[in-house]
């Protein structure tokens, strides 16, 4: 019996992994610089939404944090809009959030991506829902309530989808204090 | 080319209801069961499940002469995985929102058993056309049952067809809740459990009535 030769054995499947390999690796060279424009075009996108008076984003001189300037046609400074995410009820929650030029009030708030319960928790992504949180001081954290809010820092939780609102309220939170922080410490132009 | 086995024409119409591969041969569940909640998801998936078994059946075919019977499945997951890496980054960079909303369904379709069941039952025995016309014909088959699953399943669940992206409303939304508001169910995991299984029960009834007569 002639003795097996394993690599001249498995010589097909050596080539087609170095041809696949080399194959996917165009593709993904070809193809990256399209994905990250559209990855930064949702976030440019709605920008105008998030912060009133803006028509177009531009990713702000921040350090190391990420921050997004909202300006109005003539190129004025009109707001911030902040990248945040955090664990959700299902999976990572990514948001951003609206600020005015002071960072003293949420402007809105948006949900980029998201896993939550299918007709529950993905009510979050509702714009009802969502323009909550517009209008809001940024001086007190804000609350999620099951029943109609009270306070001015208040918001109502979506019905079933408790621990996905909790999220959403708790990201926006300790991400809009670190950047307040950041503002007010000069570090974001 | 050998002759036996079936024909080009054969292979493409058992895809499509005989050798269906949802109803009948109850493969590729997963994706069957997590993207019809809406005919957007069915549709995007039948389309990367399109390109992925076309491209895998006809490569496998031609270099089926080589392959060796102990490796022919490294071979199969290889070529696989390659071409559903394609279509990933495909949505990705073209049709974002659905490589979005589809998440890691698509690349799961690696795992999908129809695409490795085709390689091994006709590509890696027939030649190109056969193995072609059996990938759209299974593919078809496929692209029905999900059509058939997420219909109910955005109907009842959300009141439309295709609401993202023609904007359907087959049950008006001026409709006041307290007449008919969406079934939760149906967008939900249960919903998509019921109607398959509803959907299988169909179509054995059918297939014995039709046996009968």
Known sequence: ?189 | MSNDGPTPLERFVQGIIPENPVLRQVLGICPTLAVTNTMEGAMTMTGAVLFVLVCANVLISLIRGMLKPHLRILVFTLTIAAFVTVADRLLAAFMYDMSKQLGPYIPLIIVNCIIIARCEICAAKQGVWTAFSDAVGQSLGFGLALGCIATVREVLGFGTWFGKWLGWHVIPASIPTDVWSPWVIMVLPPGAFLTLGLLLGATNWMTARTKKA
């Open chain 1, 1 to 189: 019996m002639k003795k097996q030769n394993y690599i001249a054995d498995a010589w097909l499947v050596i080539l087609l992994s170095l041809l696949f390999g080399g194959g996917l690796a165009g593709v993904q060279a070809s193809l990256k610089p399209r994905i990250d424009a559209n990855k930064l075009g949702d976030t440019l996108s709605q920008i105008p939404a998030l912060v009133p008076g803006s028509t177009r984003g531009e990713k702000a001189d921040a350090g190391e944090a990420v921050v997004y300037k909202a300006l109005d046609a003539a190129g004025a400074t009109t707001g911030w809009v902040i990248p945040a995410s955090g664990q959700g009820f299902a999976d990572r929650l990514e948001l951003l959030i609206g600020l005015d030029a002071t960072g003293g009030r949420i402007t809105g708030l948006y949900v980029l991506d998201q896993k939550e319960t299918p007709g529950l928790g993905d009510n979050i992504t509702a714009k009802a829902w969502r323009d909550q949180y517009a209008g809001k001081a940024t001086d007190k954290p804000i609350v999620v309530r099951k029943t109609k809010p009270e306070a001015p820092n208040e918001i109502q939780a979506i019905t079933g989808a408790t621990i996905s609102s909790d999220s959403v309220t708790a990201i926006a939170n300790a991400a809009v204090a670190k950047f307040r922080t950041d503002l007010a410490g000069g570090g974001i132009h």
